[in-house]
Structures are given as structure tokens and as C-alpha cells.
């Protein structure tokens, strides 16, 4: 049963079936938005936004402004990013946006494609991503911390990171040309504590993993320079001819409800968005810690403390996925995971070693409970 | 004022004013899609359509049950595809299926890259989404025509084809290995008739120019080989990990309903989607051909005539734009227009000769009544 006390539709019993945590799929807030599910509906009638077009006169020409607005209204209650003089350029998810930023910050007239790095353990996908289809613009680079060419260089820079849930700086020290894309898909405050207002040049976010609306495909991009953000603009317009206006008006008006609650002082704990997840993932990972250490058989990175000027108090980061390292005498993570019958994703995948596996912490809550009964079963399974 | 009787909130007055005819936004439809507005109407509530996920036994595993099935009965109506035994990929858009397809149908292990060609004039906008990120996989090859290399190739049919509405099938001779996508993004009774049931192995359809609903970015493939279906599928995982829920909710109401409205024969004529749209089509191609007519200065293809096999009765081709050449005497058909500050596609964007141009027929009433006023106003412009 679900934290709310209603039972979600299960149709085979958990303790004998396959545990897939290998997908970030942040099913965890499902509850919490069905509290709210009055107040979140949005009304789509058949003439409602039929053009191609929303907003002619912005850079992001199929940007709705109800969505722009509200961006900007979000990042204003939360104190993540700043957003004054910027550009906001909307996405099919973060991950367009990713391909969008590549794609603006390279030149066909470069003598080189651009190399492109992240830190190890970086984002299982950013490779692939940047190599589906053979671009002659750039190219994936691997390890930002081993890159030393003399070619203009772009670092994403994950922060808090996936897998890992570290906070990040840039690390690339080439005195080649770099450029900076920040991935601040988990900068908020359940995850994290908000250590600063982020400034940087391209700064990406997604809905996916801010409210756990995933299938809405909501991501948008941060842009201080008017040409890059056209360049972006005019990736995702060659890509995909702009972005659901569905999904925009929904999560506009999801965004509102959010700061609506936090601006109207009268309403209970309970409706206040961040501050329920918050409590949500530091549940989680305190039951995680335990059953780790019970266990013997894992390690998990320790976890960070800063101050959070959203919440206002001292914070621990509480990462969306679980990193987690085998101790000695074991030496693929994965593979023992998979005898537990437990799907993760191995260490490989992120330029680390097998040794390591990286875990939901935002499936379901009956998932996630059936997860911390075969970790406290793990002796069993290993004698 | 629109076709149904209301005012379009129109801010400017018209007759001084740009007309917009370059893009295809099918605003046309409008009026219906009002007078239906209760019928489809989509409620969505906070906590709906949160997960990544939608089918993880299909092998399109972000595609809603609820579209891949009102697809299915829409082309079972309209009868103008077949679908048994194939599989349905979603896409945002048909522009996101297209350069799935040509990932899907091209090989990193190949000598060459992959060949892309479509018969001039052609779609405006195919080369530059094969160029874009200046992929290995593929190169633009051009004219379909003239494509005379030994090296393997993809042909796009586009049928009825995009600029000037004709009726198309393949026309490369080339004896090297040769592979199709059919582009039917006009292959609806109000702009053709349905003369077959298409069945080949990969054909684009998109939701914006079937009903008029753009801001939606939904389009479909269907897909005979598994295989292809499943390298199209992951190119759109890496592209943008799925496609909206939202639009796809939304899209399988709408079809829903339209296919509703034509298996309950009790209802009026109006209420029939294709029915309706294709008089308004009728309408504006035969006010159009008077202008012409009347202006002396262009020329526009003859129309097509075939059986529709779904009106059940002879028809022409309405095309969704105006292919017009100049006569003698008129080099450049775009900056002619643009002297009538009427904005159009020119034809060397298409592979054609500068004396043709591309207008919308898909614009508001408003838009297209004004640009049959200045038609109408040629002569004393051109003295």
C-alpha cells in the first residue's frame, strides 16, 4: 500500500518477481500529487492549442508563455537559478536540450568535432546520446578528469551528479577552449540542500525528476546568450518542430499550484510540495542506511552537509538513485543484484567499475519496501 | 470572422499587414474542432501519466495503449493504411519518426553513408534534418530523379506530396539496394482522394495535419518489420526518452471521437470531420483558382481526379498548399509575393526553380480572405 493508505493496482504478488530499479522512474510523488489532484487538473477542450506556434515575438517561438512565466516563478520560490536576463528554451525532456546544447555550442568550420566530457561516474546516457547517429560535430570524450587535448572542449557538469548524487564543479583543467553545460536535473530541495542561486551560461532542468511527472517530457534550458539559445531553438525545431503545448500547459499550471501553496501562508505542511518529498527521500535513505549496514555487503558514498537557503536549516544530500559498492570478494555489482532478483544499472554504464550498481531511490513504495526486505535477506543468499 | 460565426481575436487590423502563408499551420480547422469542444475535452489530473512508462510489453514501450488503438480504428475508418501485423511507433511529430527511420534503415558498418533522396520539388525542410548534426550514418542526396549512384539509399515518397499535392510513387531506377519511407502526412480525404489501402514498410503519418492539432507534436509510423520498429523506438529514447502523455491522451480522445461520430450514423453532417474539412478545402481551392484565374499572373498545377474509396465518389486533390509558378517575365515568385507583403516558401527551398512559390491553404478564414483580396488587387500592383 502506498504512503496515502489507498492500494495501487498490483497484479502479481512482489515477493517473487523481478525489482526493476535500474529506470530513475520517480513514481515516488504519485501519492502526493493525488492529494492535490483537484487542484492540478487541467481542461484541454478540442479547439485548445492547435498551432505550431506559441509565442512569435521570443526566441523560443513555441515556448507558451503561461509556461515561461511560470519557470521563472518556480525558480523564484525555490532560489536555484537565476533567471533574470535570461533565455528559457523549452525541450522534449532534458534530454533534447542536452542534444540542443551540442548542437549550439559546436561548429560544422571546427577543424575538430568538439569533445565532449562529463566526470566519472557520469550519466549512463550521455554517451550514447552524444554518439547515436556518428555527429561529425562532436563526439563523446569520456572522463572529464583524465581529459587533457588540446581541442575546445564542452564539460557537462552534473550536479548533484548521477549516479552518484555528488556536488559538482567543473574539473576539466585543459587550457583549450572549454564550455560549460550544467545538468541540474536534481537541483532541488529534496534532493539536495540549495547551497546558491546557480548563474551559469546554459543550465538545464526537467520536470521528470522536480515533481516526478515523467511521461509529460517537460525539460527547459537557462540561456544567457541570445545566439545559443537560437541555435538551441532551432535544434529542437530541425528535431521534433517544438514541444507538446499539452505538456506545457500542464506543467505551467502544476508549477503554479506548487508556488501557490508556498506563497499562501495558511495552508498545511502536507501541500507544500519540496518539503513532502524532502521527508519522503530522507525516509527512504534512513531505511536504506540501515539495511546497507545490517547487510555487510555494500558501501554507499557518504552523503554531504550544507547549508540549504530553501528550507533553512543544515541539509544532507539525499541522491535520487542509490550508489552503491560491493565490498570485497565481490566483484560485479549488477550480476549480484540480479540473483536477488533485483535489475539495476552496473557501474560500467557510468565509467566506473563493476564493482559498483546504481538504484532507484523513486520507485514505488511497495517496490521500495520489497527492495529492503531482500537486502535484509542478503546473508542468506550469499551463504 | 470565422466559419462558424465567432470573431477570432484578431489584435491588428489585416489589410496593411504581413501575411503569414510560409508554414502549414493548419489553423483552418478551428471552427470545428469549437463546435466539438465538449466532446473532446481531456480532463488530466495531477497525479495522471507520471511514469516514463506506458507499454513495457510493446515493443514501443512509451506509446499509450489508449493512442495505439485509437490509431489502429482511425485508419480502419479513413481505410487509407493498413495496420494488421505491424507495429505502431510514436513519435513528436512525424519529423522525429522521419529521422528515426533514417537511423533505423542506416549502419554504422556500412562503406558509405546512407544515401537520402526524395523526387523534387520535394519537402523544404527533409535536407536540412538529415544535415543538421552532420550524421555519418546519412548524407542528403537530393533529387530523387536524378540519383543515379551505386550506393544503398533511402527514397521518401510523399504522397500526396509536400509542395504541390501530387499523387506519388517511387522513382529511382538505381539498381543498388534501395529502401522506402512513405511520408503521408497528407494522405487524408480531405486533401486527396483515398485511392488505396496503403501497405508498405514504413509509412509517417502526423496528427497536425490530419485534424489541424500542431501543438500536439504527435505523429505515428507504422511498421512492418519488428526490427526497424525497435531501432526507431530507441532512436526516440535517445532523442527525448518518449513522446508527451498528454498529446497522447488527448490525440486518442480526438480520434476517438472523430471515428465515433462516423460509426454513429445518426449524427449530422457537420459533426463529420473529413466531410466538413474536405468542403472547406473545396471551398478555398475554388475561390483560389478564380483569383488565378483572374490575375493572370500564375499558373498552379492541374488538380488530381481519382475514386476516393472513402467518400465513395470521384474526387480531386485539394492540396494542403499552393504550388504557383509566375509567367514569363516574373524571376522570383517569393519576392513577387513579398512586394504584396504575403510571406511564401520560395522553390529553390524545395529543389525547383525560383518561379515558384508555396503557400499555405491552411490559414485562418481571415488570413486567406485578405490574401484573395490582394490577389484580386494584382493588376493595379504590378503596373
Chains 1, 2 share one sequence.
Not at 566530457?117 to 562532436?138: G, I, M, T, W
Not at 581541442?151 to 577552449?177: C, F, H, M, Q, W
Not at 517537460?218 to 531553438?233: F, Q, S
Request: net charge neutral; glycine share 6%; proline share 4%.
Amino acid at each position: 500500500s502506498s504512503a496515502n493508505g489507498t492500494k495501487s493496482p498490483t497484479t502479481l504478488p512482489l515477493n517473487n518477481s523481478f525489482l526493476n530499479l535500474d529506470q530513475g522512474d520517480p513514481t515516488v510523488f504519485e501519492s502526493f500529487w493525488r492529494e492535490l489532484n483537484d487542484e492540478c487538473t487541467v481542461v484541454i477542450k478540442g479547439s485548445d492549442l492547435l498551432s505550431y506556434l506559441s509565442d512569435t515575438g521570443n526566441v523560443c517561438w513555441f515556448l507558451l508563455p503561461e509556461l515561461r512565466d511560470a519557470v521563472k516563478r518556480l525558480h523564484n520560490v525555490v532560489g536555484n537559478a537565476v533567471t533574470e536576463k535570461k533565455h528559457i528554451v523549452v525541450g522534449t525532456g532534458s534530454t533534447q536540450l542536452f542534444q540542443a546544447a551540442l548542437f549550439a555550442l559546436s561548429s560544422p568550420d571546427s577543424p575538430h568535432p568538439m569533445n565532449v566530457v562529463a566526470a566519472a561516474p557520469y550519466y549512463s546516457e550521455y554517451k550514447d546520446e552524444v554518439e547515436v547517429v556518428l555527429s561529425r560535430l562532436y563526439k563523446w570524450s569520456g572522463d572529464a578528469n583524465v581529459f587533457d587535448k588540446d581541442e575546445a572542449y564542452i564539460e557537462v557538469v552534473t550536479s548533484p551528479n548521477n549516479p552518484d548524487g555528488t556536488l559538482r564543479g567543473p574539473v576539466v583543467k585543459s587550457r583549450a577552449e572549454g564550455k560549460l553545460v550544467y545538468d541540474f536535473a536534481y537541483y532541488w530541495p529534496q534532493y539536495t540542500p540549495i547551497t546558491h542561486k546557480a548563474d551559469h551560461d546554459i543550465m538545464l532542468f526537467t520536470f521528470s525528476k522536480c515533481t516526478g511527472h515523467a511521461g509529460s517530457r517537460i525539460g527547459w534550458a537557462i540561456v544567457k546568450d541570445i545566439e545559443v539559445a537560437e541555435k538551441m531553438t532551432r535544434y529542437i525545431q530541425m528535431s521534433s518542430i517544438g514541444v507538446s503545448k499539452e505538456s506545457q500547459t500542464r506543467v505551467a499550471k502544476i508549477m503554479q499550484v506548487i508556488c501557490d501553496n508556498y506563497q499562501n501562508f495558511g495552508y498545511a505542511e502536507s501541500k507544500l510540495f519540496f518539503q513532502h518529498s524532502k521527508r519522503l527521500m530522507v525516509k527512504r535513505w534512513k531505511k536504506l542506511n540501515e539495511a546497507i549496514k545490517q547487510s555487510d555487503v555494500f558501501t554507499v558514498a557518504k552523503s554531504q552537509r550544507a547549508y540549504c537557503h530553501f528550507t533553512k536549516e543544515l541539509s544532507e544530500t539525499y541522491p535520487a538513485f542509490a550508489w552503491l559498492k560491493c565490498k570485497e570478494g565481490i566483484e560485479d555489482c549488477e550480476s549480484y543484484f540480479r540473483k536477488l532478483k533485483i535489475i539495476t544499472r552496473g557501474g560500467e554504464r557510468f565509467g566506473a567499475d563493476a564493482k559498483y550498481a546504481r538504484l532507484s531511490m523513486l520507485c514505488k513504495d511497495e517496490v521500495f519496501d520489497e527492495f529492503l526486505t531482500r537486502l535484509s535477506n542478503i546473508k542468506w543468499v550469499s551463504n
